[in-house]
Each structure stands twice: as C-alpha cells, then as structure tokens.
C-alpha cells in the first residue's frame, strides 16, 4: 500500500500567518493527490485536486503543489474560517490511502 | 444539486451486523462510483472500498474484505454497505462519497456520515 506521511499533524498560527501542510508520497502517485478540510462535526470537503487544481468556490488563498513526492497545501493568509483538520488522499492506486491528518488551530 | 443522503446512527452490539444506505440525488447514479470511508477517533480517514452502480462490480480495502459488503439499489439510487461481527473497533463515523470513474476527479460530494457505536 502506499503510505501518506503528512505533517505537522498539529498546527497552531496567528490570523494572517502562511500556512503549509505537507503530505509526502511512499511511491510515486503523479498527482492523483486531493486535500480536504473537515471543520469539527462535518464531512470532508474536496479543496484541492489533481495536486494544484482549486476545487470551485475555495478562497484563492488555498493553492496546492507539488515537489518530488512532497504534496503542500498552502493557505496564504491564515483566516478563522480556516480552523479545522486536513487530510490529503493518494487516488493512484487501490487501496487508496489518506494522510494522518492535520489539525490547524489559531495561536 | 447534488446530495448523497444516509441513514442514521446506529447502536449495535458486539458481534452484531449494521447495514447503512447513502441515497444519491442531483446526478445520474449511475455516471458515478460510490465510496465508503471510514472516521476513527475524530481523526484519521481510510478507505472501506467502492461499488459501480452501473455494473455493481465492487474493489475492497483487503483490511475490509472479510467485514464489509457494498450492493445497491438502481432503482433507488441507493448505495448500502453492510459491516458484520462488529467490535469495539469498528465504533467510528462512516461516509459515502462519491467519484468520477476517472480516479483523479474523486470525493467532490460527501455524505452528513453515520456514527456506529458498538456497545453491549
């Protein structure tokens, strides 16, 4: 099975701080990589997909990339409304797996 | 719009089984694959496998294989999926979503999720 290391599993910034959350791939996955945030009591939602595409209706300060096998989301400028716990998700290969997940909290 | 509804929570004893549905509405049923996702712990996410509603062919987590089984229902547009000899461990939120049968275009539409407990 393919492993997703993401890290930090745990992350606490001030409003307006850059935030980056990074998943790195055990083998090569192209970018068949997705990021979801998930705010407590709600299913997943789809923000990132193919690696770098902008699911419609997500801020612009949410954009993914790519280097190697390390996947990054990076939220430009941390707002409230971007409190919550991301998970990415490798769909190149059955099992698909998720990321350990990141819980982004305010400082 | 595009909604994949499920049933409720389910309180069930160990050694039990537990069958939970996700009705899809909005779309064609069959132009997309349903998913089942797993939610231990608040936290980590895994995937259960996927059913084709247009063929019923069906791709299973080997960790799954022996605890899950997915049908539907064309007619209703109706994804269930069945979890047996439940344990404590099986305690968890569980999801549908949905993907485009290209598998880089997945889990746009989620369903609200069923919460199992397993307790005697």
């Known amino acids: 099975d393919i492993q997703m290391t993401q890290s930090p599993s745990s992350l606490s910034a001030s409003l307006g701080d850059r935030v980056t959350i990074t998943c790195r791939a055990s083998?090569?996955?192209?970018?068949?990589l997705t990021w979801f945030q998930q705010k407590p009591g709600k299913s997943p939602r789809r923000m990132i997909y193919g690696a770098t595409n902008l699911e419609d209706g997500v801020p612009s300060r949410f954009s993914g990339s790519r280097s190697g096998s390390d996947y990054s989301l990076t939220i430009s400028s941390l707002e409230s409304e971007d409190v919550a716990d991301y998970h990415c998700l490798q769909s190149i290969q059955y099992p698909w797996t998720f990321g350990g997940g990141t819980k982004l909290e305010l400082k | 719009q595009v909604k994949l509804l499920q049933s409720g929570a389910a309180l069930v004893k160990p050694g039990d089984s537990v069958k939970m549905s996700c009705k899809a509405s909005?779309?064609?049923?069959?132009?997309?694959?349903i998913h089942w996702v797993k939610q231990s712990h608040g936290k980590s996410l895994e995937w259960i496998g996927y059913?084709?509603?247009?063929?019923?062919?069906?791709n299973y987590n080997e960790k799954f294989k022996s605890k899950a089984t997915l049908t539907v229902d064309k007619s209703s547009s109706t994804a269930y999926m069945e979890f047996s000899r439940l344990t404590s461990e099986d305690s968890a939120i569980y999801y549908c979503?949905?993907?485009?049968?290209?598998?880089?275009?997945?889990?746009?539409?989620w369903g609200q999720g069923v919460m199992v407990t397993v307790s005697s």
């Open positions: 909005g779309y064609t049923f069959t132009d997309y694959i």
């Open positions: 083998q090569d996955i192209g970018n068949y």
């Open positions: 059913i084709n509603p247009y063929s019923g062919g069906t």
């Open positions: 979503a949905r993907s485009s049968y290209y598998s880089g275009d997945n889990f746009d539409y």
